[in-house]
Nanobody, 121 residues
Framework: QVQFVESGGGLVQPGGSLRLSCAAS????????MNWYRQAPGKQRELVAT???????NYADFVKGRFTISRDNAKNTVYLQMNSLKPEDTAVYYC???????????????WGQGTQVTVSS
């Protein structure tokens, strides 16, 4: 019912930049929030940044000042601009959307497939 296309991951040297994008499509009535999570090997998935409709953006402390989340609501797309990347940012990055597929349906969480980000020299 809801599909995601994530792109922008890859290999980058420490101090470099990447821009992730995630486009949602399908049966979407309204989107309340679009977020980015990440999961490193052997670790739990953690919240990186949120973009909540009508409220604004929030960031995990470990990315504040380095990452920027933004949305293009007309395209149901969320971006994550990542600057000053560190080796500890290496992880699979997942986009997440909290949305309603019908006017009378309860909002639910939907996940992208993930994109690998590797920061290494």
């Amino acid at each position: 019912q809801v599909q995601f296309v994530e792109s922008g991951g890859g290999l980058v040297q420490p101090g470099g930049s990447l821009r992730l994008s995630c486009a949602a499509s399908g049966s979407i009535f309204s989107i309340y929030a679009m977020n980015w999570y990440r999961q490193a090997p052997g670790k739990q998935r953690e919240l990186v940044a949120t973009a909540i409709s009508g409220t604004g953006t929030n960031y995990a402390d470990f990315v504040k000042g380095r990452f920027t989340i933004s949305r293009d609501n007309a395209k149901n797309t969320v971006y994550l601009q990542m600057n000053s990347l560190k080796p500890e940012d290496t992880a699979v990055y997942y986009c997440n959307a909290f949305l309603r597929i019908k006017s009378n349906a309860a909002p639910s969480n939907y996940w992208g497939q993930g994109t690998q980000v590797t920061v290494s020299s």
